[in-house]
């Protein structure tokens, strides 16, 4: 089960930041009136196994919080997508995907 942390202010995004060098960060940004959003995050909490000591993880509902997702592709230079993740490491995205692209396995390589 992941432990998503709602991200909800804008605020939350320099924590992020910080923490980020030193556990990668990840950010699951999902439209809850899209279908395909909808299989892209059931199938990445099924397939999801990586220790909370290594990632931290948000969720974010695009459809309350577009404020927020326009500021993660400006401050992080990632083309806004839905459904998408992101995986930030040192103040950095180091991998992201969208739609059938998100796929848990890869962040956990990723993140090892």
Same mark, same amino acid.
């Given at each position: /089960? =992941?432990?998503?942390?709602?991200? %909800?202010?804008?605020?939350?995004?320099?924590?992020?930041?910080?923490?980020?060098? #030193?556990?990668? /960060?990840?950010?699951?940004?999902?439209?809850? &009136?899209?279908?395909?959003? &909808?299989?892209?995050? $059931? &199938?990445?909490?099924?397939?999801?196994?990586?220790?909370?000591?290594?990632?931290?993880?948000?969720?974010?509902?695009? !459809?309350? +919080? &577009?404020?927020?997702?326009?500021? =993660?592709?400006?401050?992080? @230079?990632?083309?806004?997508?839905?459904?998408?993740? !992101?995986?930030?490491?040192?103040?950095?995205?180091?991998? @992201?995907?969208? +739609?059938?692209?998100?796929?848990? %396995?890869?962040? $956990?390589? #990723?993140?090892?």
């Amino acid at each position: /089960m =992941i432990r998503w942390t709602p991200l %909800t202010e804008l605020s939350q995004l320099e924590h992020i930041d910080e923490a980020s060098v #030193s556990k990668s /960060m990840l950010i699951f940004k999902h439209s809850t &009136r899209c279908s395909i959003s &909808r299989m892209a995050l $059931k &199938r990445f909490e099924q397939e999801y196994d990586i220790d909370e000591a290594h990632l931290e993880c948000y969720f974010l509902d695009l !459809l309350n +919080h &577009r404020d927020i997702s326009n500021e =993660i592709a400006q401050r992080w @230079h990632v083309q806004h997508q839905s459904p998408q993740v !992101l995986l930030i490491k040192n103040n950095k995205v180091i991998a @992201h995907d969208s +739609h059938d692209g998100i796929d848990a %396995t890869a962040i $956990k390589r #990723s993140v090892a």
